[in-house]
């Protein structure tokens, strides 16, 4: 599942580990397309999943409006 995820986010399965383990963030551009996924899925935005941890990456992403 995780490399099925990889391939969609377009980084690699030792990536999506790191992220999970806290030992890196997401680049901000990928950071977007993360958000976008969430959204995609449901989820307001990728705060709902991890509030502390990316509020602060989330603030300086520009979302487009609606």
């Known amino acids: 599942m ?17 992220w999970e383990r806290g030992n890196r963030t997401p680049h901000p551009f990928l950071f ?12 307001k935005n990728i705060e709902d999943i991890h509030p502390v941890k990316y509020r602060r990456l989330s603030h ?3 979302r487009p409006r609606k």
């Open 60 to 62: 300086g992403v520009k």
């Open 32 to 43: 977007q397309r993360l958000m976008e996924m969430a959204e995609e899925a449901g989820l």
């Open 2 to 18: 995780q490399e099925q995820f990889a391939q969609k986010v377009g980084v690699t399965f030792p990536t999506i580990n790191n």
